[in-house]
Nanobody, 115 residues
Framework: QVQLVESGGGLVQPGGSLRLSCAASGSIFSLAVMGWYRQAPGKERELVADITRGSSTNYADSVKGRFTISRDNAKKMVYLQMSSLNSEDTAVYYC?????????WGQGTQVTVSL
């Protein structure tokens, strides 16, 4: 059974930073592609970044150079370090695990960028 629990969201001023964390349970974490997605009000869920089991990374153009995804297979954790945040980054951020063509999702954590 895979469970994903996000933490670290909150309110931050423009230009600020946040680090999101995702704790995973289950035995497939080290084999899976882990990702962060986000969904803003009225918009579709979109990929922010993902990281393979070999730690190859992929980023949405809108966050390149500002966000960094990382993983710790021993702790079954994945992180998203976000910097230079702006209002366009306001969204619910979801942790995702992909394995054997199956997607697992966390409950999401709200990130709000505002004065």
């Amino acid at each position: 059974q895979v469970q994903l629990v996000e933490s670290g969201g909150g309110l931050v001023q423009p230009g600020g930073s946040l680090r999101l964390s995702c704790a995973a349970s289950g035995s497939i974490f080290s084999l899976a592609v882990m990702g962060w997605y986000r969904q803003a009000p009225g918009k579709e869920r979109e990929l922010v970044a993902d990281i393979t089991r070999g730690s190859s990374t992929n980023y949405a153009d809108s966050v390149k150079g500002r966000f960094t995804i990382s993983r710790d297979n021993a702790k079954k954790m994945v992180y998203l370090q976000m910097s230079s945040l702006n209002s366009e980054d306001t969204a619910v951020y979801y942790c995702n695990l992909k394995f054997a063509r199956v997607d697992y999702w966390g409950q999401g954590t709200q990130v709000t960028v505002s004065l």
